[in-house]
């Protein structure tokens, strides 16, 4: 008869753990922010923990009397007693390899987890009347709270501090962007450009260029960057988002390319431009629900060795599992909020396309403002920056500059607001610095 294959664990690492507590208190301490009781796979051991904790944060020693009295009679039995204890403390010659016996006890804790998430997901499949994407979504909770008790242990700030000054160190001598530009230098020298680990906002009124400035943007990251941006578009197709880059690059209007209205030049130059555009751009048209965004963003950046920026256009298309009924409020926050973590989980900037209510066209001055984001206080709150997009030329076409667009910062939770002026160019879609040009990799006015 085969003998069943125990979970994984390791026995021995567990002894360590609370034979160096025995031999020394003060491993206690090193270990704590490491394992917890349930950790143990053997279940004496959760119990000699928890009583070893316990003793600790009441101020008491912890050796073979107190645990004897913590754990009382029964109990002491159930853990085969102070012959066991005494053991444990016999068992290890040094505590000097607490921290690393925890380690092993963790990670195996860790898998045991993964393994039930799991099972349990490979179970709920098995029954008939079971919907995939409920279970997937379940099984990407279960799999996410894995990785957060990971992220969960606190951490020193002068632990960090070396690494703040290494990447200041690389930025300075150009080696590594502290934030990535938009290819809009009005804008980057006000917001410095996109920042890894921040959720960015970009909100206007329909018709103001959102998906305009997600697309370009996303492409002039990935080419500065030479890393990958993802976008999810939720209301335009792959196809319609690369005749609009490729087209932009190529600075004709896809309705005059794909209308047969360009002349053989510029056909040419689309052909040319075309080859080196998109490598880094990919764009999920399919996702819809929130529980996917993460999953789906996490498995291109494991791919892509991470990412320069995830990007959803936009916030209101963006639907939730588990309510039997949208309320649009409370699936705005939700969106907020899960995107600004995922932002920090990926160390990626993350922009949200997001529409304004109806208050601004009842306004004599149909500038936004950064309360008139629709069906949320949320997108305001968990934001780190919020970028409001505004034309005068799209209500009156007769002014002055109809070209002229502005970017307005309304919030940064890390620098300065105002305004950043620059060019609408309606034919192509796009928005473009004001007589600039890029040179040596920087823009510079050529005022």
Request: glycine share 8%; hydrophobic share 40%; net charge neutral.
């Amino acid at each position: 008869m085969t003998r069943a294959k125990s979970p994984p664990n390791d026995i021995p690492a567990e002894m360590g753990v609370l034979g160096a507590v025995l031999i020394r208190n003060a491993a206690l301490d090193e270990v704590r922010p490491v394992v917890r009781a349930d950790d143990f796979y053997r279940t004496t051991h959760q119990k000699i923990f928890a009583a070893m904790t316990a003793l600790a944060d009441e101020g008491r020693a912890v050796d073979l009397i107190t645990l004897r009295d913590r754990l009382g009679g029964e109990a002491l039995e159930n853990t085969g007693g102070l012959k066991y204890l005494d053991d444990l403390q016999d068992a290890v010659a040094t505590s000097a390899y607490a921290v690393h016996h925890a380690n092993i006890v963790r990670e195996k804790a860790r898998a045991r987890s993964l393994l039930v998430a799991l099972h349990n997901g490979v179970q709920a499949l098995w029954d008939a009347n079971a919907d995939p994407d409920e279970v997937r979504a379940e099984l990407t909770r279960r799999l996410d709270e894995v990785d957060e008790r990971e992220r969960g242990n606190v951490v020193c700030v002068a632990d960090l501090v070396p690494d703040t000054i290494a990447r200041a160190q690389r930025a300075a001598r150009g080696e590594m962007p502290t934030c990535y530009p938009t290819g809009l230098a009005p804008l980057d020298e006000l917001i410095g450009g996109l920042v890894p680990g921040r959720l960015t906002i970009v909100a206007g009124r329909p018709g103001m260029g959102k998906t305009a400035f997600a697309v370009a943007t996303a492409n002039a990251v990935a080419e500065s960057t030479g890393k990958s941006a993802l976008v999810f578009s939720l209301e335009m197709t792959a196809r319609d988002l690369t005749d609009r880059l490729v087209c932009q690059e190529a600075r004709c209007s896809v309705r005059a390319a794909l209308g047969g209205r360009i002349g053989p030049d510029s056909l040419t130059t689309l052909e040319r431009v075309g080859e080196g555009v998109g490598h880094r751009v990919f764009v999920d048209e399919r996702t819809r629900f929130l529980e996917d965004i993460g999953p789906v963003a996490r498995s291109v950046a494991r791919r892509e060795s991470g990412l320069a920026l995830v990007c959803v256009d936009y916030a209101q298309r963006v639907r939730t599992r588990g309510r039997k009924k949208e309320d649009p409020r409370l699936t705005m926050d939700e969106v907020s909020r899960t995107l600004a973590d995922l932002a920090k989980d990926l160390d990626a900037p993350v922009m949200l396309l997001s529409q304004l209510n109806r208050l601004t066209e009842q306004r004599d001055s149909k500038r936004p403002r950064m309360s008139e984001l629709k069906e949320s206080g949320g997108l305001e709150q968990d934001a780190d920056v919020v970028l409001l997009l505004y034309r005068e030329g799209y209500y009156s076409p007769n002014v002055e500059n109809p070209d002229r667009a502005e970017i307005i910062v309304a919030k940064n939770r890390h620098g300065r607001t105002g305004t950043a002026v620059v060019r609408w160019d309606g034919p192509l879609t796009l928005f473009t610095n004001p007589r600039a040009e890029l040179r040596a990799n920087r823009w510079e006015d050529a005022q």
